[in-house]
C-alpha cells in the first residue's frame, strides 16, 4: 500500500512538471505575412490650375510588412465642376511608414507616379462670344511625386477609416514647370 502511493505521488509529481514544460514552449498558431487593406473615398483636391476646388474618388492599398514599414498604392481622379470637362487623374505607389497606437495608425507616406491631366478649350470657328462651343483638347500625361500622411483608425474588426493628406508636384507641367494640387481623402477600407 505505502509502495503504490509513493508510486502514485512521483507519477503525480511528473506529470506535473511535464505538463509546465510542455507550456512554456509552445509554437506559435498562426504567421501574419503582412497587414492588408484595400479602401476607396471621397476626395477633395485644391488644384493650383483653377481657383475653385475638384471633387472626385480615390482607390487605396496598403500592405504593411513590417512594424513600421509598408508599401500604398493610390489612385485619385478629380473633376472641375460641371460643365467642364476637365479633371485630374493619378496612379501612385511608394512606401509609408506608420505608428500603431491602440485602434489609430497614423502614417506619413512618399510616392511616385504618374498624372493625367484632361482639358477642353472653346472651338474658336464654332464659338460665339455669348455661347463658346468647347471640344476636348488634350488628355496630357506627366510624372508626379507626391508627399503626404494621415490616419487609418479602426472603426469594426475588418472596417478602417481613413484620413488622407496629399501634396503633389506633377513635374514639368505647362507653363511654368509644375503643378501642384493638394489633395484630402475621407474613406474606409476592408482589412484582411
Known amino acids: 500500500m505505502r509502495r503504490t502511493s509513493v508510486l502514485a505521488t512521483a507519477a503525480t509529481i511528473l506529470l506535473g512538471l511535464c505538463g509546465t514544460f ?6 506559435p498558431t ?12 471621397l476626395v477633395g ?13 480615390g482607390i487605396y492599398a496598403t500592405f ?16 472641375a465642376p460641371s460643365p467642364d470637362i476637365m479633371y485630374e487623374r493619378t496612379y501612385e505607389i511608394g512606401p509609408r511608414y ?14 511616385i507616379g504618374r498624372g493625367v491631366f484632361n482639358f477642353q478649350y472653346a472651338d474658336p470657328i464654332k464659338s ?9 483638347a488634350a488628355n496630357l500625361a506627366y510624372n508626379l511625386y507626391t508627399f503626404g500622411g494621415g490616419v487609418d483608425m479602426r472603426v469594426l ?5 481613413r484620413v488622407d493628406y496629399e501634396y503633389q508636384n506633377w513635374m514639368n507641367f505647362p507653363p511654368n ?3 501642384s494640387p493638394q489633395l484630402v481623402t475621407i474613406g474606409a477600407a476592408y482589412h484582411f
Not at 157 to 161: E, I
Open 64 to 79: 504593411d510588412f513590417r512594424a513600421h514599414w509598408g508599401i500604398e498604392a493610390d489612385f485619385h481622379q478629380v473633376n
Open 157 to 161: 474588426k475588418h472596417v478602417n477609416a
Open 30 to 41: 498562426a504567421v501574419r505575412a503582412g497587414d492588408l487593406q484595400v479602401g476607396a473615398g
Open 22 to 27: 510542455a507550456h512554456a514552449q509552445a509554437l
Open 98 to 111: 506608420i505608428w500603431r497606437i491602440h485602434r489609430f495608425t497614423p502614417y506619413a507616406k512618399a510616392m
Open 177 to 179: 514647370g509644375g503643378l
Open 128 to 136: 460665339t462670344p455669348n455661347h463658346p462651343v468647347y471640344i476636348q
Open 45 to 57: 483636391a485644391r488644384s493650383d490650375y483653377s481657383t475653385i476646388n475638384w471633387y472626385g474618388m
